[in-house]
């Protein structure tokens, strides 16, 4: 196989099918060994979370599926922590979108005069980062976006209602077994310009709280496949 792009939680090959496998690593993002989804950089290492974060991808991916959410999930093998999904083109050179039901993280590094931390962001919010680490993946607005030619405005809407739609579905889920979802990262792509979730949903990229206490990720896989 041959790789096609080296990532910070995950390596891309290109299969013989046409299709794109993904190999989970167990790299997470974080700083000074403490996990944080919103950091930039990889800062911890978590052995077995690939596997936990490609099983919570699969869980989801199929709850998205009975929803009628398109992905590009086709299949995966747990052991050796891969998925096989559909080619897609990223937007740019790699678009993150975050959707933040609780103000915390880098939202108060950045905002925190104007909000507390913990305070509940109604309806939800949705940002997008351009995936850069040497510029700290800088912020980025819808009309930002359309006006360098990333995506057109119609793209964005289509985006911002598939990440809405996602986030309630993981967050009412998560509900169900007594937990809360501040926030999660996704990323997106196209295929003839229909916009699609591609990449992961990971236990890895979210940041759930039991009561006031987060929930690492190893455990937050167990709690959600366990129940």
């Not at 080296?6 to 290109?14: A, F, M, N, R, S």
């Not at 086709?74 to 979108?97: C, I, Q, R, W, Y």
Request: proline letters at 2%; a negative charge; one cysteine or more.
């Amino acid at each position: 196989m041959k790789k096609i792009y080296e990532g910070k939680t995950k390596d891309v090959y290109e299969l013989d099918n046409g299709n794109v496998m993904l190999k989970f690593k167990d790299d997470c993002t974080g700083k000074d060994g403490v996990f944080d989804p919103g950091e930039n950089s990889v800062g911890l290492t978590i052995e077995g979370i690939g596997k936990e974060n490609l099983k919570t991808s699969i869980y989801y991916f199929d709850m998205l599926k009975e929803a009628g959410i398109k992905t590009h999930y086709v299949s995966a093998d747990v052991e050796n922590a891969t998925m096989e999904v559909l080619p897609g083109k990223v937007f740019g050179h790699g678009l993150e979108v975050i959707c933040r039901l609780v103000a915390t993280g880098s939202f108060i590094r950045r905002y925190g005069e104007y909000i507390e931390d913990g305070t509940v962001l109604e309806g939800g919010y949705v940002e997008c980062t351009f995936k850069n680490d040497a510029k700290g993946d800088p912020l980025v607005t819808g009309e930002g976006l359309a006006a360098l030619g990333v995506m057109s405005p119609a793209m964005f809407e289509s985006m911002k209602e598939q990440t809405l739609k996602i986030t309630k579905i993981i967050a009412d889920d998560l509900k169900t077994i007594g937990l809360d979802l501040w926030d999660i990262k996704f990323e997106f792509g196209y295929n003839n310009d229909e916009v699609i979730l591609i990449d992961e949903i990971a236990s890895g990229n979210m940041r759930v709280y039991k009561g006031d206490t987060i929930v690492d990720p190893v455990e937050l896989t167990k709690l959600i496949l366990n129940r």
